[in-house]
């Protein structure tokens, strides 16, 4: 699940993948392939665009990114 094989950065990837799953319905079973596909690039562009971030100060993904110095 992560770039370097790094085994502190897999909880990571499982936390994130959790938060796809619970909160944007990626658990369930599809109809096709090019359903999850879509449903999960939907997710991921919600949860980097739209989600707020506890550990970003309550900021969006993109917004920190965009701004990062």
Not at 17 to 22: A, F, H, V
Request: proline share 1%; charged share 30%; glycine share 2%.
């Amino acid at each position: 699940m992560t770039e370097d094989s790094h085994c502190y950065e897999n909880a990571m990837a499982e936390r994130v993948n959790g938060i796809l799953k619970d909160e944007f319905y990626l658990d369930r079973t599809f109809t096709s392939v090019f359903h999850a596909k879509k449903a999960a690039k939907n997710a991921i562009k919600l949860y980097n665009s739209k989600r707020l971030h506890l550990s970003l100060d309550y900021k969006k993904p993109n917004y920190v990114h965009q701004y990062a110095a």
